[in-house]
């Protein structure tokens, strides 16, 4: 029973993060579309209204809009979903489940804007940086993890030749 609460808490948490990540997007949009960007910090830390049709880095820019938003949608919503469900499995680490539910989160928020919207909405300018979101941050912050829980992971087994 324990751990179907655990699993309804991680689908909650879940939902609360990519409400965040869209409630954060609506404020973007309603305070600084058609404004200029508004520095936090001089030279580091902007928002600004953006609408991203490619993916990070502009790196589909080459592919027809025709093929490009469909393919990401489908590949966030799907991968979002997928984290969730690895997410949802009994044996993790704590830190894993976080990174997988902070995947997870990123890439449903992004797939949900794309879906709705047909782009993403970013706001955060950092200097020597593409534009990104808070659901950005959250696949970065994931993936960021994932890879620190499973170098820990590796250090504690020991390698058989």
Request: charged share 15%; net charge positive.
């Amino acid at each position: 029973m324990k751990l179907q609460w655990f699993r309804l808490f991680l689908l909650v948490a879940a939902f609360l993060l990519v409400g965040c990540d869209h409630v954060s997007k609506r404020v973007a949009k309603t305070e600084l579309e058609g404004e200029p960007p508004h520095t936090l910090a001089a030279g580091i830390l902007e928002l600004g209204y953006a609408e991203n049709t490619d993916s990070g880095f502009n790196l589909l820019r080459w592919v027809s809009p025709w093929v490009r938003t469909p393919l990401l949608t489908t590949a966030q919503l799907a991968g979002g979903l997928a984290f969730l469900a690895l997410c949802l499995r009994r044996r993790l680490s704590l830190a894993a489940r976080c990174a997988l539910l902070l995947l997870a989160a990123g890439a449903l928020g992004n797939g949900l804007d794309r879906l709705t919207h047909g782009h993403v909405v970013d706001f955060i300018y950092l200097s020597h940086w593409p534009v990104f979101n808070v659901a950005d941050v959250y696949i970065t912050a994931g993936a960021v993890l994932l890879l620190w829980s499973s170098r820990r992971l590796n250090r504690k087994v020991p390698l058989t030749g």
